[in-house]
């Protein structure tokens, strides 16, 4: 196989890992927020547990995302990502400019 095709195949398997994990750690955060709500939520009051429940939701983006991105860190230290990994996002050739269209930006 060549050198290029397993750095393809290891970032697609890569991003797809660190998707699902993303992922888990979200829903275990709003998990753990929706039985704290469940555990401490007034009955009554069903408008202040819409609150909680738009607040719990953001809040288990924000730490997934904030504990994902550590884990991130930690494995781009450990581990030589130009080695391993293609580049997701590759400089393109410009593409030449017809007559047509450099007559139309000196308007």
């Keep these: 196989m060549k050198e290029e095709t397993k750095k393809k195949r290891n970032t697609a398997v890569f991003i797809l890992i660190a998707t699902i994990v993303n992922l888990i750690l979200m829903t275990v955060f709003m998990l753990v927020g929706y039985i704290l709500l469940v555990r401490f939520a007034d009955p009554e ?48 050739r410009k593409k030449p400019q017809t007559d047509d269209e450099m007559d139309g930006m000196k308007r």
């Design 45 to 92: 009051k069903p408008q202040a547990a819409q609150i909680w429940l738009i607040i719990i939701f953001i809040g288990s983006v924000i730490l997934a995302w904030l504990i994902y991105s550590r884990m991130i860190k930690w494995y781009t230290k450990r581990v030589d990502v130009n080695e391993k990994f293609a580049p997701l996002i590759t400089p393109g």
